[in-house]
């Protein structure tokens, strides 16, 4: 091998690297956000779903499942896959809707905030710390 095409090499190695690694990183490469917008940051989507951990009192196994191989029905790994639906991931999202629409229809004075981010009605008002709400 020539020095040129070491060269080369070294540096479509470094590259592939580098985008490899930027296309991680890039907001809106969520999969199914059905709900929350597409453009959300890893930093604004972690701090929700701990927000609703917090609030109902679960972990993130709550809603996600674990993930699969692709031959078998068992989970493989201890690993989540926040791409897969199930139905308690669906009433999730009716949930986030509900809150959403309420905040929107009653509270939503300020139209430089997103809904979404609004925090006056939300999973703690009905949950507190509970997984399903109580009925007092």
């Given at each position: 091998m020539t020095i040129n095409q070491k060269t080369t090499l070294l540096i479509t190695i470094i590259s592939l690297a580098i985008f490899g690694t930027a296309a991680t990183l890039t907001?809106?490469?969520?999969?199914?956000?059905?709900?929350?917008p597409q453009d959300i940051s890893e930093r604004q989507l972690d701090s929700i779903m701990q927000s609703y951990d917090k609030a109902l009192n679960v972990s993130c196994d709550f809603c996600h499942v674990q993930k699969?191989?692709?031959f078998s029905i068992a989970p493989v790994t201890r690993e989540?896959?926040?791409s897969?639906?199930?139905s308690m991931k669906e009433n999730a999202r009716k949930m986030i809707r509900l809150t959403i629409d309420i905040n929107k229809t009653y509270f939503y004075?300020?139209?430089?905030?997103?809904p979404e981010y609004l925090n006056v009605v939300r999973c703690n008002t009905c949950h507190r710390g509970?997984?399903?709400p109580v009925n007092d």
């Open positions: 907001p809106g490469k969520f999969k199914n956000l059905k709900v929350l699969k191989d692709m989540l896959d926040f897969i639906d199930d004075f300020d139209s430089t905030v997103k509970n997984p399903f």
